[in-house]
């Protein structure tokens, strides 16, 4: 089933909407719970992985293949899976260590490491490192859901749990610095907004090209894919490891492959 520009965005804002279970789930239990984290970024990394070289990139591969001749074809979707691991890496970058989302940290760290004042300039930083990160998150899913919705879902899906960690990682240092679970709650959720902001940045400045060059859809598979690798491999799973459950990790990627490998095949 082909996606609509209405069905993308509504996978978007979803994806997005998870930030709010992160953002809640910081405050309503006084320790981190390392075991379900740890699982559920191992899932949400295998899920990404597995449609990036299984889904996104075989497609492109084939479909600019089809276009350009195999070599030519390939090189172009290598060349644009390599592009957006360099797109998601620019921004990374311009984020420092201490306040990067994917530097995530348990509810216990967080209150004796800083004094207040320094929990307001970092908790102001990471919502704000938080969007930026969000922007290419957002415009991955809606390529995904432009193109099908079959498509849509499960990146949209695993962006969610994505999300989740990362409303985590605003909230926190947001409630040490102000003292307020509303605040922090509110301020955390605002974040998710990013991803559908994304979303209609990307309809903005892809929609004419799509309409326009056919090689548009596919190169842009390639990069999504790119940049869901790049999130997993230096985000997700660093992130679960720091968490010291490596065998919840693993057992996590293997399952999010599975139920991939499974939805693919009933979509």
């Known amino acids: ?26 405050f309503t239990a006084r320790r981190t719970n390392t075991a379900l984290l740890s699982a559920a970024l191992g899932l949400s990394g295998g899920v990404m992985v597995y449609i990036a070289f299984v889904s996104l990139l075989a497609d492109a591969n084939s479909t600019l293949g089809d276009m350009l001749g195999k ?33 995530t940290r348990g509810v216990e760290e967080l209150g004796s490491e800083h004094l207040p ?52 990682a605003v909230s926190v240092p947001v409630y040490y610095a102000t003292g307020s679970r509303k605040k922090a709650f509110i301020i955390a959720s605002l974040t998710g907004l990013a991803d559908p902001a994304g979303a209609i940045l990307g309809y903005l400045l892809l929609m004419p090209l799509i309409k326009s060059v056919p090689a548009t859809l596919p190169v842009i598979n390639a990069s999504v894919a790119g940049i869901m690798v790049f999130v997993t491999f230096d985000g997700l799973l660093p992130m679960a490891q720091k968490f010291g459950r490596p065998h919840l990790t693993l057992y996590g990627i293997i399952s999010g492959m599975f139920l991939m490998a499974l939805a693919l095949a009933f979509l």
Do not use: C, Y
């Open 117 to 168: 004042s320094d929990l307001k300039r970092m908790s102001f930083i990471t919502a704000l490192a938080m969007i930026l990160h969000k922007f290419p998150e957002g415009i991955a899913v809606f390529a995904s859901g432009i193109q099908s919705t079959e498509l849509g879902i499960p990146v949209a899906l695993a962006m969610a749990l994505h999300n989740i960690p990362e409303g985590i």
């Open 71 to 103: 070599t030519r074809g390939q090189l172009l979707a290598m060349g644009a899976f390599f592009g957006g691991m360099l797109i998601a890496a620019l921004i990374d970058k311009m984020v420092p260590d201490t306040v990067n989302p994917h530097q």
């Open 1 to 26: 089933m082909t996606g609509t520009v209405w069905s993308a965005l509504l996978l978007t804002t979803l994806a997005g909407g998870a930030t709010v279970i992160g953002a809640a789930t910081a």
